[in-house]
Nanobody, 129 residues
Framework: QLQLVESGGGLVQPGGSLRLSCTAS????????IGWFRQAPGKEREGVSC????????YYADSVKGRFTISRDNAKNTGYLQMNSLKPEDTAVYYCAAYVPRTYYRGTYCQLEVPHDYWGQGTQVTISS
């Protein structure tokens, strides 16, 4: 079965840290760019961060820049989102997703707004004291 599985969510206090994992099953993640998205209750889904297929180029939304770090380990078929200095407004369901860049050049950067081929089921992140 082709799927992405997230893990690592939970409840932490403001200022705390979490690391989310996104593991691909049934396909090789190194052919894909990886994106992380989140959706808070009553709000639209927003793109948080992404990492390119080639060269590990990254993008961060302004709201998480300097606090979140995206990475990937192709040998483990897994992507990660390290989240530090967490704030209550980071509370949301976090989703990872993956897409195949259509050209070699597009593989050198990532985009959150393109259609993604696979989505995970989501993991809840709650920041509260």
């Amino acid at each position: 079965q082709l799927q992405l599985v997230e893990s690592g969510g939970g409840l932490v206090q403001p200022g705390g840290s979490l690391r989310l994992s996104c593991t691909a099953s049934g396909f090789s993640l190194d052919n894909y760019a990886i994106g992380w998205f989140r959706q808070a209750p009553g709000k639209e889904r927003e793109g948080v961060s992404c990492i390119s297929r080639r060269y590990g180029n990254t993008y961060y939304a302004d709201s998480v820049k300097g606090r979140f770090t995206i990475s990937r380990d192709n040998a483990k078929n897994t992507g990660y989102l390290q989240m530090n200095s967490l704030k209550p407004e980071d509370t949301a369901v976090y989703y990872c997703a993956a897409y195949v860049p259509r050209t070699y050049y597009r593989g050198t950067y990532c985009q959150l707004e393109v259609p993604h081929d696979y989505w995970g089921q989501g993991t809840q992140v709650t920041i509260s004291s």
